[in-house]
T-cell receptor, first 110, second 114 residues
Framework: KQEVTQIPAALSVPEGENLVLNCSFT??????LQWFRQDPGKGLTSLLL?????REQTSGRLNASLDKSSGRSTLYIAASQPGDSATYLC?????????FGSGTRLSIRP | NAGVTQTPKFQVLKTGQSMTLQCAQD?????MSWYRQDPGMGLRLIHY???????DQGEVPNGYNVSRSTTEDFPLRLLSAAPSQTSVYFC?????????????FGEGSRLTVL
């Protein structure tokens, strides 16, 4: 059974810092891994999708990496801004099921 | 391009009532799924479908039914609502191949069961 864990559950950093969010999964037989952002009371917005054959994906200030053998993915946010404050979730697709981590609530202090 | 559309956005039910949450997508995605989101518990998969006529259970299927008669629609039915089903429900769709497997979400349906 696939289990997805995100640690820490919450993180607060000052504006301008670079930061890394972590996602770990127990079954390395995955199709892809996706990172989402969720603002309070809102739906989920897709940030990056990494296919199982890829090692990383980049979009603007965001970079996501994938290491299947160790069951880990990281989301790197460069030069953080207050507008980056949100909950970040990773989702792992194994065959036809997509399982989510419980998220990291990120707060960027001005 | 509407993407994934969920209705209703808000609903209040009494214990024992039934209702259907609607989900429609216009991207011709094979995969559709329902999640519930509760404070501190992330998103948990309720049911999913990999195509018309094919459905399967997720992590928390009890108390919910689904059907997939068309590619576009994937309704979620609560037959006898319970207070434990108070939650925010999200519908999602995506392709089945790994390179088209990006998941798209609806805006959510907030359900309160009294």
């Amino acid at each position: 059974k696939q289990e997805v864990t995100q640690i820490p559950a919450a993180l607060s950093v000052p504006e301008g810092e670079n930061l890394v969010l972590n996602c770990s999964f127990t079954d390395s037989a995955i199709y892809n891994l996706q990172w989402f952002r969720q603002d309070p009371g809102k739906g989920l917005t897709s940030l990056l999708l990494i296919q199982s054959s890829q090692r990383e994906q980049t979009s603007g200030r965001l970079n996501a990496s994938l290491d299947k053998s160790s069951g880990r993915s990281t989301l790197y946010i460069a030069a953080s801004q207050p507008g980056d404050s949100a909950t970040y979730l990773c989702a792992v697709r194994s065959a036809s099921k997509i399982i989510f981590g419980s998220g990291t609530r990120l707060s960027i202090r001005p | 391009n509407a993407g994934v559309t969920q209705t209703p956005k808000f609903q209040v039910l009494k214990t024992g009532q039934s209702m259907t949450l609607q989900c429609a997508q216009d991207m011709n995605h094979e995969y559709m799924s329902w999640y519930r989101q509760d404070p501190g518990m992330g998103l948990r998969l309720i049911h999913y479908s990999v195509g018309a006529g094919i459905t399967d259970q997720g992590e928390v299927p009890n108390g919910y039914n689904v059907s997939r008669s068309t590619t576009e629609d994937f309704p979620l039915r609560l037959l006898s609502a319970a207070p434990s089903q108070t939650s925010v429900y999200f519908c999602a769709s995506g392709g089945l191949a790994s390179n088209t497997g990006e998941l798209f979400f609806g805006e959510g349906s907030r359900l309160t069961v009294l």
